[in-house]
Every structure is written in C-alpha cells, then in structure tokens.
C-alpha cells in the first residue's frame, strides 16, 4: 500500500457548498417529474397507450428514448471531462447543459397523445443535457473540502436534492393534478413548470459556485485535445486500479437504480394498480426517506468508510426490490391467513421508505467514492468517467429491463435489479479504499510538485 498523505484540502465557504449542493435541488425537479413519475406515466399511457391490450410497447419506447441518451453521454462525458480540465471551463460546460435541459424540457408541453416522436426526440435532448449535467456538476465535488468531509457534503447536496424534488412534486399534486387523458391540458405544462423549477433554482450554483483551475493553453482543436487526455487518462488508470474497479461495480449497481428511477411508478401504476392518492403520497414518501438515507448514511460514510457505506446501501437495495416484487404475493397470504382486508397499494407504501432510503444513500455514496480516488487535477474526467459508467448502467439496466418485461411481464422482470445488485457488493468486495485514497493523494502531490519546478506545466 502507498504511504498515507496528509489530507489537507480546506473547506470551500458555507454560501459555495450551499450553491453547489442548490444544483441538485434545482435538478430534481426533472427527474422526479420528468423521468421518475409523471410525465414517464404520462407517455406511457396517454401519449403512446395501450397496444394490444397492454403497454408493453409503450414501456419498450420509453425505455428505447432513456437508453439512446445514455448512450450518448457514454460516448461525450468524458471527452467532455477531459476539455474541462484542460481549459478549466467546468462551470462554462455546466451552464451549457443546464440551458439545453430547461429548453428541451419546456417544449414537453407540446408533446400531445399520438404525439410518439416528439416526445421520444425531446426527452433524449432533454435526459442527454440533464445527464451531462451531472456529471459536471460532480465533478466540483473534490474542490469543496478533504476527503474526510466529502461524504457529509455529497449527502448533504443529495438530500437537498430531494427537498427540491419535494417541493416540485407538492406543487404538481396540488395544482396540475394526476396523468390522465382527461387531465392532460392541465398536466401537459408538467415540462414547462419543471423547466422554470429547475431554471430558477440552479442561480446560486452560478452565482456562488467558484472555477479553481488554470486554464491551460489551447493548442490543438478541442476534439483533438479531449482525445490525447482522454488516451493520457486511459493509461493512467494504471495507477487508479481502485477507482477502475469500482467504476466496474457502480456499472451493474446504477444499472438497477436506474431501472428503478424509471419504472418504479410505472410498476404501481401497472402492477400494484395504486390509487391517485396513494401514488401521490408515494411521492412524499420517496422524498422524504431518499434525503434522510442520504444525509444520514453521508454522515455515516466518513465513520464508516465509503466502500463499507456504499456495500450497506446496495444490501438494503436488495431487500428493497425483493420487497417490491413480493409486495402483491405477500398481501394475498397476510389477508387469507389472518381474515385481514389488507391492499397491496397500501403495504407498498412502507417498501417504499426502504426504496427511498436506498436511492438516497447509494448515489450519494457511489459519488463520494469517486471523489476520493479523483486527484483535483484530473477530477472533470474522472467524474466523466463515473458519468460513462453511470449512463452505460442506465442504457444496460433498461434495455435488459425493457426486452425482459415485453417476455415475462414488468413484475417478474423487477428481479433482475437485485440480481445486479448482488453483483455490485461481490465486485466491491476486491475494492481497497485506503490504497485507493492514497493513490489520488500521490498523484496531485506529484502534479504540484513538477508544477512548482516547472511553472505553466500540467499533466
């Protein structure tokens, strides 16, 4: 194991933290009503509908728009990553894909039953630019305090995350209403409002949120440069085996929370057959859990560990989606064994604040990780790296999750999420954190130093 090196990196301010941590509020609002709940129902069951007697289709074409944008981001985060770092333009690249995201977003509202194309064009532009988005805005993570505090802040922007998805989500159940044919020229301006959410919200990211790196020359096509770092990258990655590793892990465990994210209320909708009102309590419910299993388990990582944190959340997501598919099975023998007259849209309430607390936890532990084995200097391109690895899973988990479902039905097909899981924890089994930490640490140790020798120099 590399000797240890001093963990000196200071805090940013309480106001820049707070900004940072205000983009996850402000992006929130998009995937919760874009992509998790209302408009994925709404597409799926007004704009395409039933086919056949079931929306098998209209769940494959749902899952055929989220997969081709996170095909894209496997193929431009990390060239992204590597331009940013060269010409430290990380805030200049977030900007971009935060305007792209509330444009595309609000022209959703035009988006009418039969309408298939369009919707399927503008929530790829719209799921590319928010996913990028995420990707860059991660990448500051490293930049707001040493390692020992980057759990506690990572959970921190989680959490507030979900607020702001608690916040949007209150204002759609109690103003637009429900996903229906019949609601539709009201629920239609569901993309607008997210749009404006999401424009408004993110301001103090750009006002407060500070660019640390010294742009470097330019002196090649930036297509040109993205390409040598990312090669010079590639085979440094050599000296970052841990962090190679755990991408391999967060592959196949994001695989399943993104198969999560995208038909969790899709599956109460179809196969627990909730209620306006119960989906609409799910929705406080998820919230509320995800922000306290993201701030409490960010507290406990920098106890803990980030490896052993992140092994725990995906252990409590396995018991999540085995509780998810048995919920129906499950109410069946409690109410023929005890006379009791319970509802499965009921008990999947309660699966629910595990589900919640799992997503939460997970995503805020799988970036911290990433943050740690990232020296600062390379940190845009790690964290596009942990944005491929990401979007890979999420075009690995929903095409696997669409095909299964059009054979065996979307409950059966839930399972596959645990089974990814498991694999994850198995994978991360061979993780060494410390070593891991240490390499990061040695490595802006050693860029610092030849800089300091050779000023205007960086690798």
């Excluded at 305090?145 to 506690?152: S, Y």
């Excluded at 018991?319 to 009921?346: E, L, S």
């Excluded at 309660?350 to 936890?361: I, Q, W």
């Excluded at 399972?415 to 089994?429: D, P």
């Amino acid at each position: 194991m590399p000797p240890a090196v001093p963990e000196s990196a200071p805090y940013a301010s309480r106001r820049e933290i707070f900004g940072w941590a205000m983009f996850d509020f402000a992006n929130q609002a998009y995937t919760l009503l874009i992509i998790t709940v209302v408009f994925g129902e709404l597409f799926t069951t007004v704009i395409v509908g039933e086919h056949e007697g079931s929306y098998r289709l209209a769940n494959f074409l749902w899952s055929l728009a989220l997969a081709i944008s996170y095909l894209m981001v496997v193929v431009t985060a990390p060239l992204c990553g590597a331009v940013m770092d060269h010409r430290a333009e990380k805030k200049r690249f977030l900007f971009l894909s935060y305007g792209a995201t509330v444009a595309s977003t609000a022209m959703l509202y035009f988006v009418a039953p039969g309408y298939v194309v369009l919707g399927l064009v503008l929530i790829i532009v719209s799921n590319y630019a928010y996913s990028m988005g995420e990707s860059f805005i991660a990448a500051f993570l490293p930049e707001l305090g040493p390692p020992a505090a980057l759990g506690k802040i990572s959970g921190f922007g989680w959490a507030l995350g979900y607020i702001g998805g608690l916040f949007a989500a209150g204002f759609t159940l109690l103003v637009l209403g429900e996903a229906t044919a019949d609601n539709f020229s009201r629920i239609r301006f569901v993309g607008p409002f997210a749009a404006l959410f999401f424009l408004v919200a993110a301001i103090p990211t750009f006002v407060w949120l500070k660019e640390r790196g010294t742009p470097q020359p330019v002196t090649a096509s930036y297509g040109r440069i993205a390409r040598q770092r990312m090669l010079a990258t590639l085979r440094d990655l050599r000296h970052f085996k841990d962090l190679s590793l755990f991408l391999v892990s967060l592959l196949f465990s994001m695989a399943g929370v993104y198969i999560i994210i995208a038909f969790a209320f899709i599956y109460g909708g179809q196969v627990i057959g909730w209620e306006a009102g119960v989906r609409n309590i799910m929705f406080i419910i998820v919230q509320i859990t995800a922000a306290a299993g993201a701030v409490g388990f960010g507290a406990l990582q920098d106890r803990l560990g980030g490896k052993l944190t992140y092994q725990l959340t995906l252990a409590l997501w396995v018991a999540a989606i085995i509780a998810i598919w048995a919920t129906p099975a499950f109410t069946g023998w409690v109410n023929a064994r005890f006379g009791w007259d319970w509802q499965a849209q009921h008990v999947f309430l309660v699966v629910g604040c595990l589900a919640g607390a799992s997503l939460g936890s997970s995503q805020s532990a799988s970036r911290t990780l990433v943050g740690l084995f990232s020296p600062r200097d390379k940190a845009a391109e790690f964290f596009g790296f942990w944005g491929l690895a990401n979007k890979l899973a999420g075009v690995l988990g929903i095409v696997l999750l669409g095909g299964l479902q059009v054979l065996v039905g979307l409950k059966a097909s839930i399972l596959l999420c645990a089974a990814l899981f498991m694999v994850a924890i198995l994978i991360c089994t061979r993780v060494n954190e410390a070593h891991g930490r240490a390499a990061a640490q040695q490595w802006q140790q050693r860029v610092e130093q030849r800089e300091q020798a050779q000023p205007g120099l960086k690798s």
